[in-house]
């Protein structure tokens, strides 16, 4: 049997970055993928003849010091340095674009407190950031103090931020983005395109607790408020996947890991679809929580109150993506598009959400990428609760035909 110093399960780019770096420190890596390309949800897919999408993900980069410390570069990997335009689209035509200049027709109030806001937004980030790079200690026991030093940094953060921006980055995380929001503007239509963000992929609404914190998020993800990188997603995790393998790691694609072996609650390798056994000493897995540790792992190895605690875990996706081919002349402008109206319609899209329902007035996101047009739909239920995805896939069909030119009257046709 072949013995590995640690097997990556899935090779989405959460794997992909753990196995870089193990296999640059000289570990003999193994990631294994059930599919038969690398990427998990930041991949480029090809639906048919110049048809190729982001099937997934909508925009973004990883951190500069991952790009840096795998050289990424050299692997292929650009990133795009020019900001696209942020535009909330309107019923009447008059479409918004996310700058202080535009923002004076609607409110010269909030055309002025813009730049604050985008300054606050910028360096709530930063500290967002640096949050993430923290290396938490163990505590209270086995503390090293050497695991205090990022502790130390992330203090000299927010002491650096400067005593407001300090307890307002504080205040934030726990708001609602409208709370957030009503702090600096009056205008219910720049509230809610900024707001469309704070609620971007989650399973919330605008008036939800801790969307002051998903906003700040995202926006240290996309740098500001329109996405990055668009129609780039397989770029990203092909550079990543070169890397791995330019350290020495390998990677192994349509190799479906069926049962991680356990002997006496130690993870000692996994099996394979086909029976095949891999040895390891450590196993990582980039699958979700509930799958790694109740299926692949299984109920019977773990404590009965964690495994409570996992099944307790709340995975309620609430995104559907569609994606539109057209003969290139679809007359949507380069940037990052957005129906979100209101406030109240974005809660109201939200709440389709909590009853198993499609919103029938979503909120949409609409990027594009050569001739290709993707819209994030949300809120449409992984799990719908009087009805099934073959009977509404036909009524998705219907609304795209329907819709299309409410967000271009020169689009063409789509197939």
Same mark, same amino acid.
């Given at each position: ?26 570990? #003999? ?5 059930? !599919? ?10 090809? =639906? ?7 099937? +997934?993900?909508?925009?973004? @980069? ?46 010269? #109030? ?15 980030? $930063? ?10 200690? %163990?505590?209270? /026991? ?9 502790? /130390?940094? /992330? ?15 504080? %205040?934030?995380? *726990?708001? @609602? ?7 600096? =503007?009056?205008?219910?239509?720049? #509230? ?11 399973? /919330? ?8 914190? @998903? ?19 397989? &770029? ?29 609650? +130690? ?8 029976? &095949? ?8 897995? $980039?699958?979700? *929580? ?13 404590? *009965? ?10 995975? !309620? ?15 949507? *402008? ?25 919103? &029938? #007035? ?24 009087? $009805? ?16 299309? %030119? ?6 063409? %046709?789509?197939?």
């Amino acid at each position: 049997m072949s013995h590995y110093d640690t097997i990556i399960i899935g090779a989405g780019h959460n794997g992909l970055v753990a196995a870089a770096y193990l296999a640059k420190q000289g570990k #003999k890596v193994l990631v294994l993928e059930r !599919r038969a390309i690398v990427g998990g949800s930041v991949v480029t897919e090809s =639906f048919g003849d110049d048809f190729k999408a982001d099937s +997934i993900y909508a925009g973004g @980069t990883l951190r500069p010091d991952i790009i840096k410390d795998l050289k990424l570069a050299s692997h292929g990997l650009t990133v795009d340095t020019v900001r696209k335009p942020f535009i909330s689209l309107q019923a009447d035509g008059n479409h918004l674009t996310l700058d202080a200049e535009s923002i004076k027709r609607i409110s010269e #109030k909030d055309a002025a407190r813009f730049p604050e806001f985008v300054r606050f937004m910028d360096k709530a980030a $930063s500290i967002l950031d640096t949050a993430y790079a923290t290396i938490m200690p %163990r505590l209270p /026991l086995n503390f090293n103090i050497r695991e205090g030093y990022g502790l /130390l940094e /992330l203090g000299l953060e927010l002491k650096l931020a400067g005593r407001k921006d300090m307890l307002n980055f504080i %205040r934030a995380l *726990p708001m @609602t983005a409208q709370e957030l929001l009503d702090e600096y =503007f009056e205008s219910d239509v720049v #509230k809610a395109a900024i707001a469309s963000v704070g609620i971007h992929g989650f399973t /919330l609404g605008p008036m939800g607790a801790g969307t002051g914190y @998903t906003l700040i998020h995202n926006w240290m993800n996309r740098g500001g408020l329109a996405n990055v990188n668009v129609g780039k997603a397989g &770029e990203i995790t092909q550079a990543l996947a070169n890397a791995v393998k330019s350290f020495g790691g390998e990677i192994r694609t349509e190799a479906e890991v069926k049962s991680i072996k356990v002997e006496s609650q +130690i993870a000692k390798g996994v099996i394979l679809a086909n029976g &095949e056994e891999i040895l390891a000493n450590q196993i990582l897995s $980039s699958a979700d *929580p509930k799958h790694t540790l109740l299926k692949l792992v299984g109920a019977q190895d773990l404590p *009965p109150e964690f495994v409570w605690h996992t099944q307790s875990i709340k995975m !309620r996706g609430s995104v559907a993506k569609i994606h539109l081919q057209t003969n290139g002349s679809h007359g949507i *402008p380069e940037g990052t598009l957005v129906v979100a109206p209101s406030i109240k319609y974005l809660e109201k899209a939200y709440d389709a959400a909590k009853y198993g329902e499609i919103s &029938e #007035k979503p909120y949409l996101e609409v990027t594009t990428s050569g001739n290709v047009v993707s819209i994030h739909f949300q809120s449409a239920p992984y799990a719908l609760r009087n $009805s099934d995805w073959k009977v509404e896939s036909g009524k998705l069909k219907h609304w795209r035909l329907t819709h299309l %030119r409410n967000i271009s009257p020169t689009s063409n %046709r789509q197939s």
